[in-house]
């Protein structure tokens, strides 16, 4: 069975076809990763159609963030309209988690990840030795990120930043941005069925409120 990986939940948007081979294991077939910062839309599907047989897989896993709305969203659709036109399986997971698992194929220890939250917040999460979450994630400002207690081993786009500004003699950071070619490495209880965006803090942009409609009084008629 062919499972192709789609990451677009941050800077970085990466792709990953495999050959998977059931329980023992994923053979790399082809790989990209890019780091664009926006841009996803237009990088995204030429990466997907240069694969081999244009990226066609039985099976999608595709990143539900937290991270870039948008790109978390040009993912998500990317992976539920491929799924349709192939007929494939379309399974989500979480990109805190594949940062923790990319960095545990380093250190086989407990993580803290550390990511860019955006408006000046970072996301925080910490997993365990087995790759599992020991908590739920939260966006914190930097100092708040400092006042938690965090695993030595910090990974992400903000680990370096908060081993600076924190004690750098406790921390090891790991400056990784999540790669799709890391998925085979996600423990397979955090694979789920359902597609929703996990955003991890209020969108930017509010929708307006409706404009309260004008009611006509007793004294008011239509046109004749």
């Keep these: ?18 050959d998977s081979a059931g329980e023992g294991g994923a053979d790399l077939l082809a790989h990209e990763h890019r780091t664009i910062g926006r841009g996803h839309a237009e990088h995204l599907i030429p990466m997907i159609a240069d694969l081999p ?8 896993l595709v990143s539900l963030g937290p991270g870039s709305f948008t790109g978390v969203r040009i993912g998500i659709a ?23 698992a990319m960095a545990r194929s380093e ?19 910490d997993f365990d030795a087995t790759g599992n979450p020991e908590g739920e994630m939260a ?21 370096k930043e908060l081993a600076t500004i924190g004690n750098i003699n406790y921390f090891t950071p790991l400056d990784i941005l ?26 930017d942009a509010k929708p307006q409120a409706p404009k309260p409609s004008k009611h006509l009084n007793s004294k008011e008629t239509f046109p004749r």
């Excluded at 062919?2 to 990953?16: G, K, P, Q």
């Excluded at 085979?184 to 929703?196: E, F, K, M, R």
């Design 178 to 203: 999540p790669d799709a070619r890391g998925t085979p490495l996600l423990p397979a209880t955090l694979l789920q069925s359902t597609i929703s965006p996990i955003y991890g803090r209020a969108p």
């Design 78 to 100: 990317a992976a539920r309209a491929l799924g349709v036109a192939w007929q494939a399986e379309v399974v989500g997971y979480p990109t805190l988690a594949l940062v923790a």
């Design 139 to 159: 966006s914190l400002t930097p100092e708040a990120a400092l006042k938690r207690d965090s695993h030595h081993i910090v990974a992400g786009s903000k680990a």
């Design 1 to 18: 069975m062919r499972v192709l990986a789609i990451e677009t939940a941050t800077e970085a948007c990466s792709i990953a076809l495999f």
């Design 53 to 60: 047989d244009k990226g066609r897989a039985e099976r999608i």
């Design 107 to 125: 250190h086989q220890d407990a993580v803290t990840v550390c990511m860019n939250g955006g408006h000046g917040e970072w996301f925080v999460q």
